[in-house]
Each structure stands twice: as structure tokens, then as C-alpha cells.
């Protein structure tokens, strides 16, 4: 009906198809999509279950220091505080080859622990084979924690280095052999020589180099110390308990500094090794 007379068509009654229309595409595609959820996936898309692996990857988890756990050809072994660890994906039993050496009448203990909680404790001296049950599976640990090490070494201590002119009041270019043992503090200004290795003092003018000294006794004698420069014997001395004093004149370029009687013995080691490991998985 038209005219000037015609009634307007309600905008609800206008869109009520429209909503309707929508309402159908939507359940379509739910439906859908349902039906497209209960279709397995082709062969090549689904996913593939990992069997469990009897061979364990066992890796250093901590050390105290560096080469404190190191791997041999069948395992590991423990010169200080370290642990290692590996992930089973089930329970199964463990074997440990292993053998240690003990010091101050204490063997080295092997603590076995499974997902953080203590499973077992081996005392490790004379070689043999030992098995223990893992419960379950998850984070295998087997930690070394009681090591021990004493050792007399005989050392000197040189500190406080100085000149008497302000142009290279307190040298810093101190150089020593790496590895040896021998170490150079620049914050602190000390060096410590325990090796045959010389260390090198640069001077930058001539004048008079100041220093303290002090040595350590080790195998009943102390540290006998050689300064030298430009291929001449500038001092040699016996480094005393307490700290002294010395004064040396020297001239412009390096000076060498070297211990002439180095001395070190090992007095203990508590450490163990770790022949062989084995996991077999229990289902």
C-alpha cells in the first residue's frame, strides 16, 4: 500500500528476516565444524609417540668449581663438590660402577635423589658394582658433596708496589704466566708467585722501587725470591713470615720477578669416580 495515506514498516519487522538468516548460517557452521572435529587427521599430520629411551644423557648440573666434574669415557668424575643429572621418562634401576679415595677417615658419599628427593646414599671406596631402584620417573641427581682437598705450597706475596716519582707512582702493568698459579691483583695491588714462571714489573723512569713481602713455609723452607733487570741480578731474597720492606733502584723498562724454589704437594684428597652408569626402565 503506497500513497500519502501508507503506514511505514516497522524497523523490527524490516530486520527480523535478516537476524533469521544469520541465525541459520551460524548453526550451519557450528555443525560443521563439529563434524570436521570427529575426522581424523590424515596419517602424516598425527602426532607420534617418542618411546622411552633406556639410554640416560646425563650432564653436569653444578660444580664448585671449574673441572670439578668432568665426563671419562663410560662417566664421571668427582675432584670437588659437583652433580649430574639426567631425565628418565619412567621408573627402572640404576647401576653405578664407581670407586673413590678418602681422606681424613671419611669416605666419599654419592647421594642418588628423584625429583628433588633423597632416594639413597653410597659410600664409594674400593670399586664396585651397586643398583638402585628409581621409583618414578623424572630428574635423576647424583650429587658429590662431601670432598675434600689439603695441600702445602710454598708462596710469596708481593704488595704494595710503588716508585719514588709521581710520573709512575704505583706501577699496574704486572704480567704473569697463565696456568701456573701465580696471580696479579691490580685493584689491590698484590701479587702472589708460587710457580718457576718469572713475573714482569713495568718501570717507566728510573728511581727507587718500594715493596712488601711476605712468603709461606711449605716442605721446611720459605720462598726465596730473584729480582732482575736488563740481564742483571738486582736483588735476591728470603721471603720472611712477617711482611718487610724492600728497596730497590732500578732503572726505566721491565723488571723480572721469579720464585726459585716452588714447592707443592698434595696432602688429601676425598674425591670418587663413576665408572660406568646403566639405567634400565621399568614399565
Same mark, same amino acid.
Given at each position: !500500500?503506497? #500513497? ?39 596419517? +602424516? !599430520? ?14 653436569? =648440573?653444578?660444580?664448585?668449581?671449574? #673441572? =670439578?666434574? $668432568? ?15 639426567? &631425565?628418565?621418562?619412567?621408573? #627402572? ?11 681424613? +677417615?671419611?669416605?666419599?658419599?654419592? @647421594?642418588? *635423589? ?6 639413597? $646414599?653410597? @659410600? ?9 631402584d628409581i621409583p618414578e620417573a623424572g630428574r635423576i641427581e647424583l650429587l ?8 702445602? &705450597? ?8 710503588? !716508585?719514588?716519582?709521581? @710520573? ?5 702493568? &704486572? ?5 701456573? +698459579? ?18 714482569? &714489573? ?12 711476605? +712468603? ?5 723452607? *720459605?720462598?726465596?725470591?730473584?729480582? !732482575?733487570? #736488563? ?19 732500578? $732503572?726505566r723498562g721491565p723488571v723480572t720477578l721469579q720464585l726459585l724454589n716452588p ?7 676425598? @674425591?670418587?669416580?663413576?665408572?660406568? *652408569?646403566?639405567? $634400565?626402565?621399568?614399565?
Amino acid at each position: !500500500m503506497s #500513497g500519502p495515506d501508507a503506514q511505514p514498516t516497522p524497523p523490527a519487522a524490516r530486520s527480523a528476516p535478516a537476524l533469521a538468516g544469520a541465525l541459520v548460517v551460524l548453526l550451519l557452521s557450528v555443525a560443521l565444524a563439529a563434524v570436521l572435529l570427529r575426522i581424523p587427521p590424515p596419517p +602424516g !599430520m598425527r602426532p607420534v609417540a617418542q618411546p622411552c629411551s633406556q639410554l640416560l644423557a646425563w650432564k653436569a =648440573a653444578f660444580q664448585s668449581l671449574d #673441572g =670439578a666434574v $668432568t665426563p671419562t669415557v663410560r662417566g664421571w668424575r668427582f675432584a670437588a663438590r659437583g652433580a649430574v643429572q639426567a &631425565v628418565s621418562c619412567t621408573p #627402572g634401576r640404576l647401576v653405578l660402577d664407581g670407586s673413590g679415595r678418602a681422606a681424613q +677417615g671419611q669416605e666419599p658419599r654419592l @647421594e642418588v *635423589l628423584i625429583n628433588g628427593r633423597p632416594v639413597r $646414599t653410597l @659410600e664409594l671406596l674400593q670399586r664396585r658394582v651397586q643398583a638402585v631402584d628409581i621409583p618414578e620417573a623424572g630428574r635423576i641427581e647424583l650429587l658429590f658433596l662431601n670432598s675434600f682437598y689439603a695441600s702445602e &705450597v710454598r708462596y710469596a706475596q708481593i704488595s704494595d708496589l710503588r !716508585m719514588d716519582n709521581d @710520573e709512575c707512582r704505583f706501577p699496574s702493568d &704486572v704480567t704473569v704466566q697463565a696456568g701456573a +698459579g701465580d696471580a696479579w691483583s691490580a685493584p689491590a695491588r698484590i701479587l702472589t708467585v708460587m710457580s718457576r714462571h718469572a713475573a714482569q &714489573v713495568s718501570i717507566c723512569r728510573p728511581g727507587t722501587l718500594s715493596l712488601t713481602v711476605q +712468603g709461606t713455609r711449605a716442605g721446611q723452607a *720459605l720462598p726465596v725470591l730473584r729480582f !732482575m733487570q #736488563g740481564g742483571q741480578v738486582l736483588s735476591t731474597v728470603t721471603a720472611p713470615e712477617a711482611p718487610q720492606t724492600l728497596r730497590i733502584p732500578v $732503572t726505566r723498562g721491565p723488571v723480572t720477578l721469579q720464585l726459585l724454589n716452588p714447592f707443592a704437594r698434595e696432602l688429601a684428597s676425598r @674425591e670418587l669416580t663413576l665408572h660406568g *652408569l646403566q639405567f $634400565t626402565p621399568r614399565p
